[in-house]
């Protein structure tokens, strides 16, 4: 039996950056995926690193997090793009968000402008017209999650890590785990499994919401910055069965990544015509030039949601040496790194640099 400082089983993006960080700190460290590195959810992000400010825990985790993708070991090879987000107000009333918005975000560190009527047309030409403004955040960023995913492995690796790839955890023991060819690895255990978490901590709610992405074939300068309507909050964290929101971003390729859908309750992968309808006509309300363009790809994923919003990190309270860090939804990729480093200061009985309370699997256990 194999004997590990620490077992990190899930090998997306919070799953390898957990890991990374763990053999920063010197830990001989065990990584275990049965598929490919960031093959499920993470292949299914978008990859926006955005600061959400709805919820202050969230936002602490996000602005936390988005500091630390400043020193991302590879940005070129992860596709990082900063190419800014800006926040689109159809009327009026969602400019009357703008203002408390803006408060919030630099409360967490983060500068955003208004933008007028005026200065939106400029920034984005091929958004409708008649939009009330928005505000802008020039210093976010976009990455390509299965590669930086890939980066953050390749790092681990040179540190040292051991990567149990093609093997499944089949069942948690008490000293470790159990794989599904017999073998066994001991040692504390951290299950950074995403949708797949109650398999094996059943205690811990988590379900799936499935989304939808299209990518379009190449149309260099069409869009200059991500862009999101201010009611994707609303959308991403509503209890509606199914909703969509306007989100495009451009990719370093020339292509335009468009989301957003989300849908409760349904587990098939298939792509839903109806959802995708949905989506793709909330996106032409805004800018109406993307009807000529051809899409090359459509794909599903599901995000890891818990009750409340926010992801489990930090020790389950089963006293067997415990670790979680799952339930990201659709934050995972922004909020991975933050992720990582408060997860292993709780490891490690270390002060995190935020406050870890909000985020504790005691509050989800049932």
Known sequence: MSRFDLIVVGGGMVGVACADAACAEGLKVALIEPGPIGGGATAAA???LVALDEDPAELALAAYSLALWEDFPDPRAAEFSRCGTIWVAR???EMARVPPKIAR????GIHAEALDAKQLSELEPQLVSGLAGGLRVAGEAVVYPPRAARCLLERARARG???FGGRRVDALRDDGVRLDDGGRLSGPVLLATGCALPALLPRLAVRPRKGQLVITDRHPGLVHHQLLELGYADSAHGNASSSV???VQPRPTGQLLIGSSREEGVID????APMLQRMLARTLDYLPALASLGAIRVWTGFRPATPDGRPYLGAVPDGRDRWVAAGHEGLGI????????LLMDLFLGREPAIDPTPYSPARGMS
């Open 46 to 48: 978008m990859g926006h």
């Open 91 to 93: 009327d009026d009333a």
């Open 105 to 108: 975000l630099a409360a967490a």
């Open 161 to 163: 890590l051991t990567l």
């Open 245 to 247: 929101a306007f989100n």
């Open 269 to 272: 992968p298939a792509v839903s």
């Open 334 to 341: 922004t909020t991975a790194l933050g992720s990582a480093r």
